[in-house]
Nanobody, 125 residues
C-alpha cells in the first residue's frame, strides 16, 4: 500500500505563490503516476495536475495551465505542486493522488489507487 501526506497549504495573497508537497511511503513510489485534485466547499472535485511515473510528461487543467507546475523527486518519494500567480478561485482543499497506471495523460481514468487527506489553500483577493 501507499500512504500519501500533503503539506504546504496555507494563506496566500492573490498573485502570490505556494508550494505543496506530497510525501509517499509504503511501497515503490516511482512507478505510480502522481497528481493533484482540489475541491472547494460546495463544489465538485476538480483535477489539477498529473505527472508520469518517470516525470517525463505532465498534464494540467486548463484553469491552472501556465500558473502551476507539478514535479516529482523519486529519490525523496515526494511530489510537488508549485502554484504561482494564485487567484481567489484557487481556494480549495488540495488532495494528492496516486495512479498505478503510470502515465499523466490518462491520470485517474480508471480510478485513483491512493488519496492523501488534503491540505487547505486559501487565496485572498
Amino acid at each position: 500500500q501507499v500512504q500519501l501526506v500533503e503539506s504546504g497549504g496555507g494563506l496566500a495573497q492573490a498573485g502570490g505563490s505556494l508550494r505543496l508537497s506530497c510525501a509517499a511511503s509504503g511501497r515503490t513510489f516511482s512507478h505510480y503516476a502522481m497528481g493533484w485534485f482540489r475541491q472547494a466547499p460546495g463544489k465538485e472535485r476538480e483535477f489539477v495536475a498529473a505527472i508520469s511515473w518517470s516525470g517525463d510528461s505532465t498534464n494540467y487543467a486548463d484553469s491552472v495551465k501556465g500558473r502551476f507546475t507539478i514535479s516529482r523527486d523519486n529519490a525523496k518519494n515526494t511530489v510537488y505542486l508549485q502554484m504561482n500567480n494564485l487567484k481567489p478561485e484557487d481556494t480549495a482543499d488540495y488532495y494528492c493522488a496516486a495512479d498505478s497506471g503510470g502515465n499523466s495523460d490518462e491520470f485517474g481514468t480508471y480510478g485513483i489507487d491512493y488519496w492523501g487527506k488534503g491540505t487547505l489553500v486559501t487565496v485572498s483577493g
